[in-house]
């Protein structure tokens, strides 16, 4: 179980991520939501242990990350994202480099490299430089190597992010099934239709600090709304959306 | 008087079309080859840094020439050529630096393509742009050396101004001549090619140039007299080096080249007009007929092969940083450029050595074997440990902290193994086989093993307090001092060579001295050794792309202070 309590993060004094506290359970998708800026990538890398928490405690089956951070990330599998990838290097390099790494025995790296990059339809290209590849296409490679090495826990930042609507009904299926494996799900997303259909539960995030935590059936009822995207806009969205395209219209007519 | 200057040329330039000081603007801030730099490089002060250097130089020259005047009637030749010379090659190192940029790119035809500005407009834009950082080098590495060069050389013989500005004509059709070259072998390149095979075949030409432009500087010799100038020996020298045809293109102007050397300034009008006809006419057919190209090529390359499975090159971490840095070397330009730095210097020295091997007998083992190929381990030891300082890609090593799953210890093995792959494993392989020319063989043998465990030492130097993985972090051009720091290594290595290379050239004679000379040096690089894996068992992997995140809050709010709350109050910037 992936557990954050009082976790904070703040940048030269401004909280970025204030006092949060929510749990994922293994078996369980936890969809992470908040709109720009309300400090969902600040906490996913603070659960990565890429950034430092100001304050507050993650832990995972009960032990704090800091205790053992290498054995934690030897469980953990990240998306980031935005999909950085050390362009000169083609997908198959790339992984293999992330195997070696990870210090995968090179049979099975080769196997189950051979496997993503044909089911993920990448093979083809296997040689080209990651360069050239398309957002969609780097979102692949990101996600085969977040997976390669059979995760525990597997966090995934707007995963779907570039995806083409086949790509993204696999991905749609794969997290229900890691799910089901008896996996920790944790994945952000702005898609709200999606998390509606494959989350357990959700996180909703505003400002840093969280405003919903429970499961989508449970606040539908308890907010009386139909759908996760009214119950977000109440929760998450300032505006009046439809005045601000207006205004927006109407400043470039000017 | 610079004020005035100053507000003529803004004068002049507000009369230029918007569109073009618009583009020449933002060109002149790309005009440094992207990919030959760091994305993360500050390139104004990187490029102001240079104009320093070469200010320096120029002042240091002038300097020299006051006070430490030669005597009259000395012959000068020389040192007209040396300076153009110089003048060459900071012309040659801004060419590769700003290789490809006068061409259209993706980016411009993405970007520029569906804004109203015609190709032309482009064209010329990027053309000032390079016109501009050309004339800044020329300006500054010769504005002290050329007034006090006329002062000097010009007042005794045919007056300070003709002199002036014979040296300027010369210097700017040097200029003109090298970087019309470099135009023209890309455009004709990018005319006869297809779009992404040229592609492959620049950055090979920009290597190539690179190496013949230093090679050019540090291989060639000066021709002080008239014997030496008209000597048959040297006859294709003249004919074929451009630093001789502007030298003799100057003296042309100046009025002081003899009649037997009029051929060689001829071949300086000829080579710049032929160049310069080429380099315009392969330009503008290049933004005529491949702008379109360069839309329509695909991003991906589904055809290209890949070198099949590369042998594994230790444990599972050294494999993949080994295998990394040798990717990061062949497939970066930027890396491949700087490396190509010292590598010339290295093969420059291998080519003269080379030379000898096949044409002289063979000679005693001597300091004309022990010292080459020190200063060629140290060139590449050095070397290969700076270019492992360019980062490849900040924001991508979020993937190596989150596989971090070994101590620092296992790191900086990984990185030690790539340095003694890459950098000492070939000039050993090189010596060896230049170690043929040398008699007895065993002697030379007995060198190469020296400069193996050589190698080992600075390899272990390199790696002092270097807690990084090759390629992650450090060196971002302009903002660190590391050419200083690196030639400052350099030299202290050129010392400590010199000093190891007389004492074993005594030492291959002593088979008693040869062993402690060999147990001295085993014992330091097994001290280096012991020092690097104890620090680096309290040290932590750095890696440069945590910079310290700042949300600013810029205060601007339409509610009077007081109504302010506290907290933000306190954290509202003025």
Excluded at chain 1, 201 to 208: A, D, N, P, S
Aim: charged share 15%; with cysteine.
């Amino acid at each position: 179980m992936l557990e954050l309590r009082r976790v904070s993060k703040h940048f030269s004094g401004i909280p970025a991520v204030d006092d949060v506290s929510f749990s994922a359970l293994p078996g369980q998708v936890t969809g992470y939501l908040g709109p720009n800026g309300s400090g969902k990538s600040t906490t996913i890398k603070m659960i990565t242990a890429l950034i430092e928490m100001t304050a507050g405690q993650i832990l995972v089956d009960g032990k704090p990350i800091d205790d053992d951070l290498i054995s934690y990330k030897r469980r953990m599998g990240y998306v980031p994202e935005e999909p950085h990838l050390y362009n000169h290097l083609s997908d198959a390099e790339y992984l293999t480099m992330v195997a070696d790494l990870r210090g995968l025995a090179p049979r099975i790296a080769g196997e189950r490299i051979d496997g993503m990059l044909r089911l993920l339809s990448l093979y083809d290209d296997r040689h080209a430089g990651i360069a050239g590849y398309s957002k969609g296409m780097r979102q692949k490679v990101l996600i085969a190597a977040a997976l390669m090495h059979n995760p525990d826990l597997v966090l995934l930042d707007e995963p779907f992010s570039g995806l083409d609507v086949g790509s993204a009904l696999v991905l749609r299926s794969l997290i229900t099934e890691l799910a089901t494996r008896g996996k920790v799900v944790l994945f952000s997303s702005h898609e709200l239709d999606t998390v509606e259909r494959i989350s357990d539960r959700v996180v909703i995030l505003h400002h840093g600090k969280v405003v919903a935590d429970d499961s989508i059936a449970r606040l539908r009822t308890l907010m009386e709304l139909p759908t996760l995207e009214a119950i977000f806009s109440q929760l998450a969205v300032e505006h009046d959306t439809d005045s601000m395209a207006r205004q927006l219209a109407d400043l470039i007519r000017a | 008087m610079l004020k005035v200057f100053g507000l003529l040329f803004d004068r002049w330039t507000e009369r230029l079309p918007l569109q073009l000081r618009v583009l020449h603007r933002q060109f002149l801030l790309r005009v440094v080859d992207l990919e030959a730099l760091s994305i993360e490089a500050d390139i104004p002060s990187y490029l102001g840094q240079f104009a320093g250097i070469l200010i320096m130089i120029s002042l240091c020259h002038a300097f020299g020439l006051m006070v430490f005047p030669p005597p009259p009637f000395a012959e000068t030749w020389g040192y007209e050529q040396a300076r153009i010379a110089d003048m060459q090659l900071v012309i040659g190192l801004c060419s590769v630096l700003m290789w490809d940029t006068t061409f259209p790119d993706k980016r411009d035809a993405m970007l520029l393509g569906p804004l109203p500005i015609l190709p032309h407009m482009i064209l010329f834009a990027k053309m000032a742009a390079s016109a501009s950082v050309l004339a800044v080098g020329i300006l500054a590495l010769n504005f002290a050396s050329s007034g006090a060069m006329s002062i000097v050389f010009g007042l005794p013989s045919n007056g300070f101004f003709r002199f002036f500005f014979a040296w300027w004509f010369t210097l700017t059709a040097a200029s003109a001549f090298l970087y019309g070259a470099v135009l023209a072998i890309q455009g004709f390149g990018a005319l006869l090619l297809s779009r992404r095979m040229f592609l492959r075949v620049s950055a090979v030409l920009q290597l190539a140039a690179f190496g013949t432009i230093l090679a050019g500087r540090f291989l060639q010799p000066w021709l002080n007299t008239f014997s030496e100038l008209t000597n048959p020996a040297y006859r294709a020298l003249l004919a074929w080096s451009p630093t001789f045809w502007f030298f003799a293109l100057f003296n042309h102007i100046n009025g002081t080249l003899p009649r037997e050397l009029q051929w060689v300034a001829n071949r300086a009008w000829l080579a710049l007009a032929l160049v310069l006809v080429g380099s315009v006419s392969s330009l503008a057919l290049c933004y005529l007929r491949t702008m379109k190209n360069t839309v329509e090529q695909p991003d991906l390359d589904p055809a290209a092969s890949s070198i099949g499975s590369l042998p594994r090159l230790g444990n599972s971490l050294q494999s993949a940083i080994a295998l990394f840095c040798f990717r990061s070397i062949t497939r970066s330009r930027q890396h491949r450029v700087a490396l190509a730095f010292y590598w010339s210097i290295v093969f420059a020295i291998a080519l003269s050595m080379a030379r000898d091997l096949f044409t002289n007998p063979p000679e005693p083992v001597s300091l004309g074997l022990i010292m080459p190929t020190i200063i060629m381990m140290s060139f590449a030891v050095v070397g290969l440990r700076g270019v492992f300082s360019l980062p490849i890609s900040l924001k991508a090593n979020w993937m190596l902290r989150i596989t971090q799953l070994r101590p620092t210890t296992d790191y900086i093995a990984a990185t030690r193994r790539s340095l003694q792959l890459f950098g000492v494993l070939p000039i050993v392989l090189l010596s060896a086989a230049l170690g043929l020319h040398f008699r007895p063989l065993t002697h030379a043998y007995q060198h190469v093993a020296f400069l193996a465990i050589f190698g080992c030492i600075l390899v272990e130097l390199s790696l002092i307090h270097f807690d990084k993985v090759p390629f992650t972090c450090s060196f971002i051009p302009g903002k660190t001092n590391f050419q200083v720091i690196f030639w400052g290594a350099a030299f202290v290595f050129l010392i400590l060579g010199l000093l190891f290379g007389a004492y074993e050239l005594q030492s291959l004679k002593d088979a008693h001295q040869y062993v402690f000379l060999m147990a001295f040096c085993m014992a330091i690089a097994i001290g280096l050794w012991i020092f690097n894996r104890l620090h680096a068992r309290t040290a932590a992997l750095y890696y440069d792309e945590v910079i310290p995140e700042v949300i600013t809050r810029l205060g601007i709010t339409l509610l009077p202070p007081s109504a302010l709350p506290e907290e933000t109050k306190l954290k509202t910037l003025p």
